[in-house]
């Protein structure tokens, strides 16, 4: 039995015994009761005079003084705290009682394997917020539980990022109207344990969140950018614009080829980063959830590390965006709604897939053996 329960029950122990008190010392005579208090009145002079200061008073003692003053004229009777203390513990019982009538009736808490499985998912990566691993339960496990459910059970601290708003709803209406149509690019630098310094080019698709093409070079030009844009960029393609920013590596050369693909290029303003937001906020993602947990040790090995990360965004990460939503989405997700959305399905247990080392994890549902 914990502490706070053990003094809960010893303060209603002594309650009780003072209202039996209370009650027998009622029974009595008018005349044996006034005696009896003028010689505790007595007693109490005594004390007094000899200025001994009074115990601390326990909490039944504050309840019980608090329930007789309602039976007589206490203020001249109360000589062991001042009459402004006993009001302001009459307050705070008061406080306590409408704390319990005012108590919130929700619903009922998630089941224990459910809550375990939330502390594990957060525990395990530390890069996901509450959205995110609402996403993962939705998508790949089929148990719906909202992002303020999850923070409720994550352990204090997991390091997650927490849900990020998205701003101004007009302008989300404009990208889903035309997201379709777009496609982005960037590059950015990642530094190697020898402190080389190498430069990854990504693009990606903005309608479903797709990561097109990935690469990595020590020495970018305006050929090499070009041919990684042919790479990316299919004949049969169903874009029509592409973003990028206004870097010397995509030449004026650059451009006009790509307008011959049959895209419109969009060069961003001067120092206008948010118009080309899609693709910061995916290098964003590549740095907060791989290379700021990873060293790596060549371009080779930064490659594959992007390789294997880029294949776990497309097919394995839930995306807020999309709903949440996964770009190319594998087979046997679970089915929605089902019977319970806070237990698995009869029959089925999860199974963990590590990624990266262990820096991620990838949830599905298994038979059970």
């Known amino acids: 039995m914990t502490r706070p329960l053990l003094l809960l029950l010893e303060t209603l122990v002594r309650v009780v015994i003072d209202l039996i008190c209370w009650r027998v010392v009622g029974s009595r005579g008018r005349a ?39 039976w007589f004229a206490w203020r001249d009777a109360l000589v062991v705290v001042k009459p402004e203390t006993l009001l302001r513990w009459h307050r705070a019982g008061f406080r306590l009682l409408w ?32 959205g995110r691993i ?6 790949k496990l089929g148990l719906r539980v909202s992002p303020r459910t999850v923070r409720r059970y994550m352990p204090k601290d997991p390091g997650g990022y927490g849900l990020r708003g998205r701003g101004d709803q007009r302008w989300a209406t404009f990208v889903r109207n035309h997201a ?34 990935c690469n990595v070079t020590a020495h970018p030009t305006a050929e090499w950018t070009l041919q990684q ?16 920013d206004r870097d010397s590596i995509f030449s004026k050369r650059l451009d006009e080829t790509v307008s011959r693909m049959g895209l419109r290029v969009l060069r961003t303003p001067v120092r206008a980063p948010k118009a080309n937001a899609f693709a910061e906020r995916l290098v964003g993602t590549v740095r907060r959830e791989c290379l700021d947990w990873l060293i790596p ?43 319970h959305r806070h237990r698995l399905p009869v029959g089925s247990r999860v199974v963990t897939s590590p990624i990266l080392g262990g820096l991620h994890h990838e949830y599905r549902l298994d038979t059970a053996a």
């Open 297 to 339: 040790l060549s371009e080779k090995h930064l490659r594959r590390i992007l390789a294997r990360w880029v294949r776990h965004y497309n097919e394995a990460r839930p995306h807020s965006s999309l709903g949440p939503g996964i770009p190319n989405p594998p087979e046997g997700l679970p089915v929605l709604p089902q019977e």
């Open 229 to 244: 844009l042919r790479q990316a960029i299919s004949c049969d393609h169903r874009w029509r614009f592409l973003i990028h």
């Open 32 to 70: 044996q009761l006034a005696a009896e208090n003028l010689f505790l009145r007595k007693q109490l002079a005594l004390l007094q005079d000899r200025k001994t200061r009074p115990r601390r008073a326990r909490r039944a003692t504050r309840i019980t003084l608090v329930f007789l003053a309602r």
């Open 180 to 213: 379709e149509a777009i496609v982005a690019c960037d590059l950015f630098v990642s530094v190697t344990a020898t402190f080389r310094v190498l430069y990854v080019f990504v693009m990606m698709e903005i309608g479903n969140r797709r990561i097109l093409h």
């Open 99 to 130: 704390r319990w009538k005012s108590r919130r009736v929700g619903r009922p808490p998630l089941p224990e394997s459910l809550r375990t499985l939330i502390a594990e998912m957060a525990r395990d990566n530390p890069t996901w917020g509450e």
């Open 134 to 139: 609402a996403g993962e339960l939705s998508l």
